[in-house]
Structure formats: structure tokens, C-alpha cells
């Protein structure tokens, strides 16, 4: 049975910072692809950033120079650390990890960023 479990989440000041934590166990860890998406009210679930089973890193450019993914494959954890924080950052956030065909998702974990 896959399972990603997010942790993390909560509520940050404007310009803070967080880390998200996604363990997964059931997989291959260093073979899939990991990633977060997030989905804000009133929006559409979209991608943040990517780490490929090969460290190769993709960021929407909404996170650009804020968001890093990293990935600890002897811990099955990836990782997205959020600086300078924006109320606009505020969403659900996903974990995800594909190995095409296959595609898996967390529960997620809600960011808050207000004052």
C-alpha cells in the first residue's frame, strides 16, 4: 500500500518561512519522481516544484528564488522549504510521486500565510 504523508503545514506571518515534510513508504523512493502541488480557494490545483528520480529540480515561477525541493532518498522524504512567504501562497499542499504509468498523492497539508 503507497502512502505519502505530509507534515509541515500551518500558519505563517507574511515573509516567514516553512518547511514541508513528505514521507512515503510503499515505493521505490529513488526511482519516482516527487513533487508538490497546491491548490488555493477558489483555484485550480497547480504545480509548485518537481525533483526528478535524478535530482533534476522544476519550480513554477510563482516560487521561484523562495521554494526549494530536495529529496532524502535513505530517508523516503522530500522536502520543500518556503521562504518570504505571500498571503497568495496560501493553499493545500500536495505531495505527489509518479513513475509513469504510475502516480500517487498525499492527503495534503494546509499553508496559511496572514497576518
Known amino acids: 500500500q503507497v502512502q505519502l504523508v505530509e507534515s509541515g503545514g500551518g500558519l505563517v506571518q507574511p515573509g516567514g518561512s516553512l518547511r514541508l515534510s513528505c514521507v512515503a513508504s510503499g515505493i521505490t523512493f529513488p526511482t519516482y519522481a516527487m513533487g508538490w502541488y497546491r491548490q488555493g480557494p477558489g483555484k485550480q490545483r497547480e504545480l509548485v516544484a518537481r525533483v526528478s528520480s535524478g535530482d533534476s529540480t522544476n519550480y513554477a515561477d510563482s516560487g521561484k528564488g523562495r521554494f526549494t525541493i530536495s529529496r532524502d532518498n535513505a530517508k523516503n522524504t522530500v522536502y520543500l522549504e518556503m521562504n518570504s512567504l505571500k498571503p497568495e501562497d496560501t493553499a493545500v499542499y500536495y505531495c505527489?510521486?509518479?513513475?509513469?504509468?504510475?502516480?500517487?498523492w498525499g492527503q495534503g497539508t494546509q499553508v496559511t500565510v496572514s497576518s
Open positions: 505527489t510521486a509518479d513513475r509513469p504509468p504510475r502516480a500517487y
